[in-house]
């Protein structure tokens, strides 16, 4: 066989929020021959499926994914070689390494270390690593520079910092401003300088700014980082926030609606035509977005995401770090384990066990869950 490789397929990056995949076909056998455009499997997120197709014609060596498991972006589907390879010979030659051993990472976040000159080698090992880890680990070594003072003019009781400079922080800005009661005065982003502004609101730098900016008199902070997928890096955010010393309120849009009888953690936040019904619990950092329907009794855990228009009927828990995705459904007093994600459009009729991806458009229980 040819002993080097002309290709090396891979997981791609099918959601930057969303580093873990489910392969749902795998559409070669090993050691066969493929043409340019030939499907080798298909993966699915939340949000959306991906074919991943040979880019050039060769012949396959092992096949290194499985139809029914998950995978991460990175992570090898199989070589293509010239020839066909000897499968006794191809089984026994390990892949060479190209990174350190344990190492994680998307390639976004690979080349984002490499171009700060981080060495690999001290990455830390045992989780897939993001562009937001890379940004967290090079923001940690920065020392925070001299507040302007238009900012420090507004440093007040009122005032908050948005930590994130994404989709999710336009939101909470204006949301603020319709609000009227806190102030956005600046943001800041691991990588303060892929972006100047959110808004009109100035991007100061990095996580360095926190201890100055509470020291100011800034009592608020509002975590803008999303994190669909990666909810340990919102996780991560939220409990740096607090470490500083801020409050981090429950922001409801004023076109919302938030029942009396409802409660909101702190951290929550209820973003424009949704609404939370009679007795709901909302918890500590979860989001409730546009549109969305929490009927009466429902119970949402710590850093769940109701996404736009899900609707949720009565007596529905929903368990920690959840995704519920766009136009999902869920059926009366089900319970919706921890870290599931439900694909946008699901329907759920019962219950839905910790760590299950519900795929988009499905129906669960799956029909071979349900004989």
């Known amino acids: 066989m040819s002993a080097t490789p002309i290709a090396r397929v891979e997981i791609p990056l099918v959601n930057p929020n969303e580093p873990e995949v489910q392969v749902i076909e795998v559409a070669v056998e090993p050691f066969t021959e493929v043409a340019p455009g030939d499907l080798l499997c298909v993966v699915e997120t939340s949000k959306a499926t991906a074919d991943v197709e040979a880019e050039v014609g060769g012949w396959i060596g092992p096949v290194h994914v499985v139809a029914g498991e998950r995978a991460s972006a990175g992570d090898l589907v199989c070589e293509i070689f010239a020839e066909r390879p000897d499968p006794a010979q191809a089984e026994a030659a390990p892949v060479a390494p190209e990174r350190p051993a344990g190492l994680r990472l998307t390639r976004k976040a ?6 700060a000159g981080l060495d690999l080698s001290t990455l830390p090992t045992g989780r897939f690593l993001t562009e937001g880890d890379i940004e967290a680990i090079l923001g940690r ?6 507040i302007p003072s238009a900012i420090r003019e507004r440093a007040s009781d009122r005032a908050a910092v948005v930590f994130g400079a994404g989709g999710l922080a336009k939101s909470l800005v204006e949301l603020m401003r319709a609000r009227g009661d806190i102030d956005p005065i600046c943001v800041l982003n691991d990588r303060p300088e892929s972006v100047s502004d959110v808004l009109g609101v100035p991007v100061l730098g990095g996580r360095e700014y926190l201890e100055p900016l509470r020291e100011l008199g800034v009592r608020y902070a509002v975590n803008a980082v999303g994190a669909v997928r990666r909810i340990e890096d919102r996780i991560g955010i939220f409990e740096l926030l607090a470490a500083a010393g801020f409050e981090q309120p429950a922001l409801v849009d004023p076109a919302a609606f938030v029942a009396p009888s409802a409660t909101l953690a702190e951290g929550a936040q209820v973003f424009a035509g949704a609404a939370v019904c009679s007795a709901a619990s909302i918890g500590r950092g979860a989001i409730v977005n546009t549109n969305a329907v929490v009927s009466h009794d429902c119970v949402i855990g710590d850093f769940a995401h109701i996404a736009p228009g899900a609707l949720l009927a009565g007596e529905v828990s929903v368990g920690r770090g959840t995704l519920i995705g766009m ?8 319970t919706i384990g921890a870290r599931v994600i439900v694909g946008n459009g699901a329907v ?3 219950d839905v066990p910790d760590g299950t991806i519900v795929h988009a458009g499905g129906v669960w229980p799956r029909p071979e869950h349900h004989r």
């Open 141 to 146: 070594g920065r020392t925070a520079g001299e």
């Open 327 to 334: 136009g999902a459904t869920a059926v009366v007093y089900l």
């Open 348 to 350: 759920l009729n019962e």
């Open 110 to 115: 690979e080349r984002l270390a490499l171009e």
